[in-house]
């Protein structure tokens, strides 16, 4: 049976998916057969695995840092937001059904068996299981069968390491506060401090490590340096949703829509130099992008009713009809055509009409497509003829139905027309091929031409998890953290 070790963090965003991944890398790189685990996440970022599960997108990062494939025994339960109150609750992968919060708080418990029949399974088959947290352990409104934090590591006797973000401010309020909320058995369980996102000289922070230590009778076992590194983020939280890339000879902007997903689409054209990506949640923000991307969404009418009401969809339109190349990926697709209709509320139910770009309708149904996808383009003419032949990798998931009469964008469906495209392949731009010939065509629209390299996202990816795992190497106590590991609780 694996040993284990738990990240848990003084409230969201704080680094515990990052320092996760970090782990299992470096675990990996020693020698070890490692598995991230997360019992419960709550993300609008999600992936499927090759045997067509739905789970957390930072676990399937996680398990990639791992060496590992991903399953849904690394993410038991997957909550997806479709309104403000209620989620879309997946289970091993597959849909349970909508619920509200109250309802969901009140069934959680039941779903301990899944949790532990999963955990177990997978340290049956590991070394070591790096577990991460969600949130905070102390919102004590919440706390009532916890599942996630301390619940969880009290159900798999897992030492846990409580990380702070000093980047934020109040890291010693954080960390000490957290501690003083904490009961008496779960305090016990913390068995080191870190201390994440620092900027400048860490050397300077020594006075902040024995105040630290000092007020809580805890080890630090590290303080991290803010690591530039270009990893996907699956948190709605994401600095990358409030701030643009570099301002670069190429322009592409992401329409933020209000319950966006999968926004890591769109992160391969980052590391691409002289490519800017930014996202836009006002018509005034729009400007004249060389491309504009329609991302996925969790609720699409209501999405679509929130362009049409804040004036995005027209100014969409104008950009369109301009000759700007728009391009949907999923719900960005099903919102490209000219109608979307959810007649058994299976997201929220009604009818809207979309943007009208494309010629495709979407009926939703209850039935949920879950499938890794691989193929090619069509024969395109347009503003996307570059692409003809290329071939792509990526995934499905969704609910929607999209009928066309068009010839297919890809042999995967999907539609184009002029300077519109869209399909429901998540990931389509992460193959080298793809991404570049995108790239190079935007670069001769302006009459310029791209030197630079094309890189395969996976690729790419490996390396930045490398570079992340060296860093956080270099700043934790390692030693330390085996003997935690070692020790157990």
């Given at each position: 049976?694996?040993?284990?070790?738990?990240?848990?963090?003084?409230?969201?965003?704080?680094?515990?998916?990052?320092?996760?991944?970090?782990?299992?890398?470096?675990?990996?790189?020693?020698?070890?057969?490692?598995?991230?685990?997360?019992?419960?996440?709550?993300?609008?970022?999600?992936?499927?695995?090759?045997?067509?599960?739905?789970?957390?997108?930072?676990?399937?990062?996680?398990?990639?840092?791992?060496?590992?494939?991903?399953?849904?025994?690394?993410?038991?339960?997957?909550?997806?937001?479709?309104?403000?109150?209620?989620?879309?609750?997946?289970?091993?992968?597959?849909?349970?059904?909508?619920?509200?919060?109250?309802?969901?708080?009140?069934?959680?418990?039941?779903?301990?068996?899944?949790?532990?029949?999963?955990?177990?399974?997978?340290?049956?088959?590991?070394?070591?299981?790096?577990?991460?947290?969600?949130?905070?352990?102390?919102?004590?409104?919440?706390?009532?069968?916890?599942?996630?934090?301390?619940?969880?590591?009290?159900?798999?006797?897992?030492?846990?390491?409580?990380?702070?973000?000093?980047?934020?401010?109040?890291?010693?309020?954080?960390?000490?506060?957290?501690?003083?909320?904490?009961?008496?058995?779960?305090?016990?369980?913390?068995?080191?401090?870190?201390?994440?996102?620092?900027?400048?000289?860490?050397?300077?922070?020594?006075?902040?490590?024995?105040?630290?230590?000092?007020?809580?009778?805890?080890?630090?076992?590290?303080?991290?340096?803010?690591?530039?590194?270009?990893?996907?983020d699956e948190d709605s939280?994401?600095?990358?949703?409030?701030?643009?890339?570099?301002?670069?000879?190429?322009?592409?902007?992401?329409?933020?829509?209000?319950?966006?997903?999968?926004?890591?689409?769109?992160?391969?054209?980052?590391?691409?130099?002289?490519?800017?990506?930014?996202?836009?949640?006002?018509?005034?923000?729009?400007?004249?992008?060389?491309?504009?991307?329609?991302?996925?969404?969790?609720?699409?009418?209501?999405?679509?009713?929130?362009?049409?009401?804040n004036g995005l969809a027209?100014?969409?339109?104008?950009?369109?009809?301009?000759?700007?190349?728009?391009?949907?990926?999923?719900?960005?697709?099903?919102?490209?055509?000219?109608?979307?209709?959810?007649?058994?509320?299976?997201?929220?139910?009604?009818?809207?009409?979309?943007?009208?770009?494309?010629?495709?309708?979407?009926?939703?149904?209850?039935?949920?497509?879950?499938?890794?996808?691989?193929?090619?383009?069509?024969?395109?003419?347009?503003?996307?003829?570059?692409?003809?032949?290329?071939?792509?990798?990526?995934?499905?998931?969704?609910?929607?139905?999209?009928?066309?009469?068009?010839?297919?964008?890809?042999?995967?469906?999907?539609?184009?027309?002029?300077?519109?495209?869209?399909?429901?392949?998540?990931?389509?731009?992460?193959?080298?091929?793809?991404?570049?010939?995108?790239?190079?065509?935007?670069?001769?629209?302006?009459?310029?031409?791209?030197?630079?390299?094309?890189?395969?996202?996976?690729?790419?990816?490996?390396?930045?998890?490398?570079?992340?795992?060296?860093?956080?190497?270099?700043?934790?106590?390692?030693?330390?953290?085996?003997r935690i590991i070692e020790?157990?609780?």
């Open positions: 049976m694996a040993k284990n070790i738990m990240l848990q963090g003084t409230m969201s965003n704080v680094g515990k998916s990052f320092l996760t991944a970090a782990l299992c890398r470096i675990f990996r790189q020693d020698g070890y057969s490692v598995a991230p685990f997360k019992s419960q996440n709550m993300a609008l970022n999600s992936f499927i695995t090759p045997d067509g599960a739905e789970i957390g997108r930072a676990q399937a990062l996680q398990a990639e840092a791992a060496g590992i494939s991903p399953s849904a025994l690394i993410n038991p339960i997957l909550l997806k937001p479709t309104t403000d109150v209620g989620s879309q609750v997946i289970v091993n992968g597959k849909v349970r059904g909508n619920m509200r919060a109250a309802d969901y708080f009140r069934h959680k418990k039941e779903l301990i068996p899944d949790i532990m029949t999963a955990y177990e399974a997978l340290a049956s088959q590991r070394d070591i299981i790096v577990i991460e947290g969600a949130g905070s352990p102390v919102e004590l409104n919440l706390k009532a069968d916890d599942i996630v934090n301390m619940g969880l590591a009290k159900l798999v006797k897992s030492p846990v390491l409580l990380v702070g973000d000093i980047d934020r401010g109040g890291v010693f309020a954080q960390l000490i506060g957290t501690l003083q909320l904490l009961e008496k058995r779960e305090n016990e369980l913390v068995k080191g401090l870190v201390v994440n996102k620092f900027r400048g000289d860490i050397s300077l922070f020594q006075d902040g490590i024995d105040i630290l230590e000092k007020r809580s009778g805890n080890t630090v076992a590290g303080v991290v340096p803010y690591i530039n590194c270009d990893i996907e939280l994401s600095e990358k949703l409030n701030a643009r890339s570099a301002d670069g000879v190429i322009d592409i902007a992401v329409i933020r829509l209000p319950k966006i997903s999968n926004f890591t689409d769109f992160d391969v054209f980052r590391q691409y130099s002289g490519v800017s990506v930014r996202f836009v949640s006002k018509a005034s923000e729009l400007g004249q992008p060389d491309m504009l991307m329609i991302p996925g969404t969790k609720s699409t009418i209501a999405d679509m009713k929130w362009l049409a009401e027209e100014a969409v339109k104008r950009l369109h009809s301009s000759g700007t190349p728009v391009f949907g990926i999923c719900g960005g697709y099903q919102i490209m055509g000219q109608t979307i209709s959810d007649p058994e509320g299976s997201e929220c139910g009604g009818s809207v009409e979309g943007l009208g770009l494309l010629g495709c309708e979407t009926v939703f149904s209850n039935e949920k497509r879950q499938t890794q996808v691989c193929g090619k383009f069509g024969d395109i003419s347009g503003s996307f003829s570059c692409l003809s032949g290329a071939e792509f990798y990526g995934y499905e998931v969704h609910m929607g139905i999209t009928d066309s009469n068009a010839t297919p964008l890809t042999t995967c469906g999907g539609e184009f027309c002029g300077n519109a495209a869209g399909c429901y392949i998540h990931g389509i731009f992460d193959s080298a091929d793809v991404s570049g010939r995108l790239i190079r065509a935007l670069y001769s629209r302006k009459e310029l031409t791209y030197i630079g390299a094309c890189i395969d996202r996976r690729e790419y990816r490996n390396s930045q998890l490398d570079l992340l795992a060296d860093n956080v190497r270099k700043n934790l106590d390692m030693e330390l953290i085996y020790e157990g609780v």
